[in-house]
Each structure stands twice: as structure tokens, then as C-alpha cells.
């Protein structure tokens, strides 16, 4: 189970950081993601962590955004800066195991003036 937090409204040029607890799964074993739908779009993947901590990051986060994920925790983080409205979104963790897709609920981030 993941349980993804810290969404919010921030004004463009501003800063969130989202959480993604999981339980039943240990993150750090396992490719985790944060995906993200804009209203009448589909879900897009924003940034991937692998089993090795090597990141991928969608062209339009590159330097931006940082995903990472802490052992202790077990807990998964999206490091959002330069925030833009086209961030707007709810963004959803992920996470793969050889079994099973898991995804988080969903936290609503809106970028606005």
C-alpha cells in the first residue's frame, strides 16, 4: 500500500515536496515512480527511481523536480521547485514489484497566481 502527501496550491516559482509511504512493500527494492494527470489528459510519469537510485526525469522536470527515496522511512519523495501552472495535477506514487503495480491515492498540486 502506498500513502502519497504534501500536495497543495503554491504560487508559480514556488516549492512542494510530496511523500509516499509505503506498507507491505520496501521501496527500496523495488522501481518507484511518481506519475502525474492533468484534468482530461492521461497519466504521464514525471520521474522513476531504480533499484540502483539511478533517476529519470520527463523532459519538462529536468532540473526542477527530484525524486528520492529514504531506506529508513520507507518512503518515496518528489522534490518540486520552479513550480509552473502547467504542473498542475494530481500526482500519484508508484511503485513495481515482479508481482503487482501499486499505486498511492493521489495528491492534488496546483500551481496558481
Known amino acids: 500500500q502506498l500513502q502519497a502527501s504534501g500536495g497543495g496550491l503554491v504560487q508559480p516559482g514556488g516549492s512542494l515536496r510530496l511523500s509516499c509511504v509505503a506498507s507491505g512493500i520496501i521501496l527500496r527494492v523495488v522501481p518507484t515512480a511518481w506519475y502525474r494527470q492533468a484534468p482530461g489528459k492521461q497519466r504521464d510519469l514525471v520521474a522513476l527511481?531504480?533499484?540502483?537510485?539511478?533517476?529519470n526525469y520527463t523532459d519538462s522536470v529536468k532540473g526542477r523536480f527530484t525524486i528520492s527515496r529514504d531506506a529508513a522511512e520507507n518512503t518515496a519523495y518528489l522534490q518540486m521547485t520552479s513550480l509552473r501552472p502547467e504542473d498542475t495535477a494530481v500526482y500519484f506514487c508508484n511503485a513495481q514489484t515482479s508481482l503487482k503495480t501499486y499505486w498511492g491515492q493521489g495528491t492534488q498540486v496546483t500551481v496558481s497566481s
Open positions: 527511481i531504480d533499484i540502483r537510485d539511478r533517476t
